[in-house]
């Protein structure tokens, strides 16, 4: 039997090879992206409750409607903007179905898609097994800014969409406002649809504002923003989600929707519609994390590893010039071997593999990990 794949170039990640090789060496994984304390009590005892009155079965497809009720309501709260449960927001199984099904619903053979590296891994396959073409533009570095000059010179007759990513994954960069009105000059009288991944909206920190595009009514008539219940309530395992979008663009989202997930758990579903209630339980988090940024910043303070601005995310970069000239995934393979701390190497996250030989740091971790990992990085 042969098979001619559609993603030829795609093979095992560094996140397989890193979490394998962290294992083996059973090192403190500040490596892959999830949070090693435990989620809320109440949330899953809210779960286990509404599975025993039987909520058990499928919801509509669009998601369970009080969900989508309340995260209309918290979307007006947070950023004005009136969405409509029935026409405009679907559930999804985790934030990158979302982004998929999004492509997916707007991608035609040949289509351009702009993507700023470095990029979260799903973007570019997803964009390739469309048969769209990814066009690849870096982020300035170090500050991993948007050159909007570049954008402007990339833009042509092709140009489908321009994927977005804040906060980022995996710099901790931010868009500031004076993004946002770059963005709405560039794309005003244009056909170019807008992907926003928002998965770490409210772990933003310092003070400043998130710029979601549910902000801006003009952007999101032409926009998919994505969320993940997972990155809000600690629970990424749990792969929930969901997509806001005009009432046009969802109509057609959830024709691609239908046939493959159709609808997501239920269960989980119905204790979030209920859970989110509290408003604390989204509005805390960013100081939450925070304090764990700031507290790994300080124990990384006793290292030689310097670190880049990290305002949002989970994740905290550090150069590492001072410490070894090695290439970054070199670097990331010998502190997993020889300190056991498993990290990822930010080139990885290039399609070229630029190495800027920076590391990427996961700090959502109990303060005993990340305290047991720094006391490992001293030495060095
Ligand atoms: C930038 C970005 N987008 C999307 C996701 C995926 O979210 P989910 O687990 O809900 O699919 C992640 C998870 O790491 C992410 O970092």
């Known amino acids: 039997m042969h098979i001619n794949s559609k993603l030829p170039n795609v093979g095992t990640t560094i996140f397989t090879v890193m979490s394998a090789l962290a294992t083996e060496h059973k090192a403190v994984n500040l490596g892959q992206g999830f949070p090693d304390y435990q989620m809320s009590e109440e949330l899953i005892a809210l779960v286990n409750d509404v599975m025993k009155k039987g909520f058990n079965q499928y919801v509509p497809m669009q998601g369970y409607l009080p969900l989508r009720e309340v995260l209309a309501e918290k979307i007006q709260s ?33 289509d351009e898609v702009i993507i700023f590296e470095p990029a979260y891994d799903s973007y570019i396959p997803n964009v390739e097994i469309n048969g769209a073409i990814p066009v690849l533009i870096d982020l300035k570095f170090p500050d991993y800014k948007i050159d909007w000059q570049k954008v402007k010179q990339k833009i042509n007759a092709k140009t489908r969409m321009i994927m977005l990513n804040s906060p980022h994954n995996p710099t901790g960069a931010v868009l500031g406002e004076e993004d946002i009105q770059q963005l709405r000059s560039i794309v005003k009288g244009t056909n170019i649809f807008i992907l926003s991944d928002e998965v770490y909206e409210h772990l933003i920190f310092d003070g ?173």
């Open 78 to 110: 947070l950023y004005t903007t009136i969405v409509n449960p029935n026409t405009q927001i679907t559930i999804t199984p985790g934030g990158t179905y979302a982004i998929y099904t999004a492509l997916t619903t707007v991608l035609q053979p040949g």
């Open 208 to 380: 400043l504002l998130h710029q979601s595009i549910l902000r801006y009514p003009d952007l999101m008539e032409r926009s998919f923003v994505c969320f993940s219940f997972g990155k809000v309530y600690h629970c990424t395992g749990w792969k929930l989600g969901y997509c806001v979008s005009s009432p046009e663009l969802m109509k057609e989202f959830r024709k691609v929707h239908q046939f493959n997930c159709f609808s997501c758990h239920t269960p989980s579903q119905v204790a979030l519609a209920e859970f989110i209630k509290n408003k604390d339980s989204y509005l805390s988090l960013g100081t939450f994390m925070q304090e764990k940024r700031d507290h790994f910043q300080q124990l990384m303070q006793q290292t030689k590893f310097e670190p880049l601005p990290s305002r949002g995310s989970y994740f905290q970069c550090y150069k590492y010039d001072r410490i070894s000239d090695e290439s970054d995934k070199d670097l990331a393979i010998r502190l997993t071997k020889e300190k056991a701390v498993a990290t990822i190497p930010v080139s990885v996250f290039y399609k070229a593999g630029t190495d800027n030989k920076v590391l990427r740091f996961c700090f959502a971790k109990k303060k005993e990990t990340l305290e047991a990992a720094v006391e490992r990085l001293i030495k060095l």
